[in-house]
């Protein structure tokens, strides 16, 4: 959208910097004023070239110069300039020429006088006054096209509205993909290269097309010019025989030059203009052109005052352009005694059927190439990115144990990475397997050596107080200590068989199996059962009895609960202000435990290792409670976590509704 809104802008902004009329029209002349100061410069030193190289830059200024005899250059020959405006030196003033409204400045310098022409307003705008004065002009061809030439237009029109519609919908579809991919970069790579492949043949064939449509102009342009010059150059053989002793032309001896100039333009179908050795016109076999202002009376200036007299180049009148040839008028001695000019209009209906032709050649084979395109880059894209996309399957469903290599018989860059991916799915599945060994087996060794470790801790006193016994018999006292140590090997015992219990549960810990369980039943359940603790600490319970359900094992979740109020009594052991708060929230989709203690909190050195198994910060404890209570809770879907200060640490167990 800010690209769009940045685009208007400046498109607003073009339209409000671009000049008016009336700045334009100041703006040529303060140019025509710059120039008129370099002309008279170059006229005070003689440098006539000069002249003609300024006047030229800027064909919307006109110039005419003129001395004691009368007119000596002009820049153009498109205004008629037969009454001079009469007006002060260094003024603008607007005058109405013959065929033309325009802006008119005299200057003085030295002999001569320049009259600086800025037209505003041409009074041909049209063909219709130029047809009526030109006798051949293939502007506008009489004859109707040909049945072919109507067979091609209408074959054309119905392929470029198949064509147009075809890439219509092409384009609709590579906007909607666009859009939906939220840019180019985002598509898949079959979509860029199906777009690709296709934008490619649609601009080729663009650029062919105008490619062949600008040679076919230019073809038929130079045939005409080629055509127009050799027709000049019969006429100027004829007009030569005609005039063979003539040593120059004046109006006394070119009296017939009219009709000899008619004659010569229906024998080779073209209007034909003669001018005098000034550049000035002597006869034409279409007066009517000069009759009625279209022109002035004068030669082309670019063609008169260059060294080069033969040539075929463009003129113009008032916004028409056309082709005009120009040579020299020869007598019998070779000497020139004139000019020849013959115009000629270039056919736009011939170019036309030229271009139709072409077209309705081209068009059909196109559509069927733009088609086959589309066929192919979709073919062509598959096959490419297809190896890519089962590179995609297979890493999405990567596991180890099972075959994840991919099959690609090719050598190309495609082959190279299904090999590379191949080989690494190797080197992973190696890998995973010395890890899995690695772990395992660091995991018996750490497990040994806690089970040494609670294991020794008894041993060393019970041996001692054995050693002591032996010792002791056949002592006086010997019955009352054989009693006392007999309590505290009894004890001992029990805490190896208790300690031998909880390993033997965690390594026999059974599989989580989730079911709807009344989650408020079993915690009054627990806190009922924790209420007489050993060190009379109260449990307070926030919420149902029964009655709110979520997905947990129902034969283990009650473990889970035990274990955290077990946690929660001995970390209030010894305090007389202990408080336990247990609480039961029904979440929108899950079930919240809650329980809370005002004890010490938990060290932060110790909190990342708190579900940890066989870590424990109590001389009595195994370390496996949380981490059984963790398995158990994750294993039914839920979380565990805890918050924990100096006040006091609050653990909270999130159980799923059934969906």
């Known amino acids: 959208m800010k690209k769009i809104l940045s685009i208007v802008f400046f498109l607003c902004l073009l339209v409000a910097c671009k000049p008016s009329a009336e700045r334009q029209l100041a703006l040529l002349k303060s140019e025509a004023e710059q120039r008129d100061a370099q002309i008279v410069q170059a006229l005070e030193q003689g440098n006539m070239d000069s002249v003609v190289a300024i006047s030229l830059q800027n064909t919307k200024i006109l110039y005419f110069l003129f001395n004691q005899n009368g007119l000596v250059y002009w820049s153009s020959r498109s205004l008629n300039v037969k009454q001079l405006p009469d007006v002060k030196y260094s003024e603008w003033v607007e005058y109405d020429f013959a065929n033309a409204r325009a802006q008119v400045r005299w200057t003085q310098a030295g002999w001569y006088n320049l009259m600086t022409v800025v037209p505003t307003e041409w009074h041909i705008n049209g063909l219709d006054e130029i047809e009526r004065s030109f006798s051949y002009q293939p502007i506008r061809d009489s004859q109707q096209p040909t049945s072919v030439w109507q067979s091609a237009r209408v074959?054309?029109?119905?392929?470029?509205?198949?064509?147009?519609?075809?890439?219509?919908?092409?384009?609709?579809?590579?906007?909607?993909?666009?859009?939906?991919?939220?840019?180019?970069?985002n598509l898949r790579l079959r979509q860029k290269i199906q777009i690709?492949?296709?934008?490619?043949?649609?601009?080729?064939?663009?650029?062919?097309?105008?490619?062949?449509?600008?040679?076919?102009?230019?073809?038929?342009?130079?045939?005409?010019?080629?055509?127009?010059?050799?027709?000049?150059?019969?006429?100027?053989?004829?007009?030569?025989?005609?005039?063979?002793?003539?040593?120059?032309?004046?109006?006394?001896?070119?009296?017939?030059?009219?009709?000899?100039?008619?004659?010569?333009?229906?024998?080779?179908?073209?209007?034909?203009?003669?001018?005098?050795?000034?550049?000035?016109?002597?006869?034409?076999?279409?007066?009517?052109?000069?009759?009625?202002?279209?022109?002035?009376?004068?030669?082309?200036?670019?063609?008169?005052?260059?060294?080069?007299?033969?040539?075929?180049?463009?003129?113009?009148?008032?916004?028409?352009?056309?082709?005009?040839?120009?040579?020299?008028?020869?007598?019998?001695?070779?000497?020139?005694?004139?000019?020849?000019?013959?115009?000629?209009?270039?056919?736009?209906?011939?170019?036309?059927?030229?271009?139709?032709?072409?077209?309705?050649?081209?068009?059909?084979p196109y559509i069927v190439v733009l088609v086959l395109t589309l066929l192919l880059s979709h073919f062509a894209a598959r096959a490419i990115t297809q190896p890519i996309q089962r590179l995609i399957d297979k890493m999405q469903h990567f596991a180890l144990g099972k075959d994840n290599h991919i099959k690609y018989n090719y050598q190309d860059e495609l082959g190279e990475l299904v090999h590379h991916y191949n080989h690494l799915a190797d080197e992973l599945e190696t890998a995973t397997r010395r890890l899995i060994r690695s772990e395992r087996e660091g995991a018996w060794r750490t497990m040994a050596r806690q089970i040494a470790h609670e294991i020794n801790n008894p041993l060393t006193p019970m041996k001692l107080t054995v050693q002591q016994l032996q010792r002791m018999h056949g002592s006086p006292d010997f019955a009352e200590k054989f009693a006392k140590a007999s309590a505290m090997l009894v004890e001992q015992i029990d805490n190896l068989s208790r300690i031998a219990t909880s390993f033997s549960t965690f390594a026999k810990l059974p599989q989580v199996v989730t079911s709807e369980v009344d989650i408020a039943e079993k915690l009054t359940q627990a806190v009922a059962l924790q209420q007489n603790n050993p060190f009379n600490i109260p449990i307070r319970y926030v919420g149902p009895d029964s009655g709110l359900f979520a997905m947990a094992d129902r034969e283990q979740i009650g473990q889970v609960f035990t274990n955290l109020l077990k946690n929660a009594v001995q970390a209030l052991e010894g305090r007389e202000d202990g408080d336990i708060i247990v609480i039961l929230k029904d979440l929108d989709a899950e079930v919240e435990v809650s329980v809370s203690d005002n004890g010490p909190g938990i060290p932060a050195d110790i909190r990342p290792k708190i579900f940890t198994p066989n870590f424990t910060t109590k001389s009595t404890g195994t370390g496996l409670g949380l981490a059984i209570s963790k398995n158990i809770v994750e294993g039914s879907d839920g979380r565990i976590c805890f918050e924990t200060s100096e006040k006091g640490t609050i653990f909270l167990v999130y159980l799923q509704k059934k969906v």
């Not at 279409?286 to 200036?301: A, K, N, S, V």
């Open 155 to 185: 074959r054309v029109r119905v392929y470029l509205f198949i064509l147009v519609a075809l890439c219509v919908l092409l384009l609709g579809i590579a906007v909607w993909m666009l859009i939906s991919a939220h840019g180019f970069r």
């Open 196 to 364: 690709l492949l296709c934008a490619l043949v649609f601009f080729s064939f663009v650029y062919v097309i105008v490619s062949l449509m600008r040679f076919e102009r230019q073809h038929y342009e130079e045939q005409q010019r080629e055509n127009l010059q050799e027709k000049c150059h019969y006429v100027q053989a004829a007009l030569k025989s005609l005039y063979y002793l003539n040593l120059n032309l004046t109006s006394q001896n070119t009296s017939g030059l009219n009709v000899d100039l008619r004659d010569l333009g229906y024998t080779y179908g073209a209007d034909i203009h003669v001018y005098d050795l000034n550049g000035r016109l002597l006869a034409s076999s279409t007066p009517e052109l000069f009759e009625h202002g279209l022109l002035t009376r004068l030669m082309d200036p670019e063609v008169y005052f260059s060294k080069q007299k033969t040539q075929v180049r463009y003129e113009q009148i008032g916004t028409v352009r056309y082709l005009a040839a120009f040579t020299e008028f020869y007598n019998g001695a070779d000497v020139p005694i004139g000019y020849i000019v013959m115009p000629f209009f270039i056919s736009e209906n011939d170019i036309a059927i030229e271009v139709d032709n072409i077209m309705a050649r081209l068009l059909p």
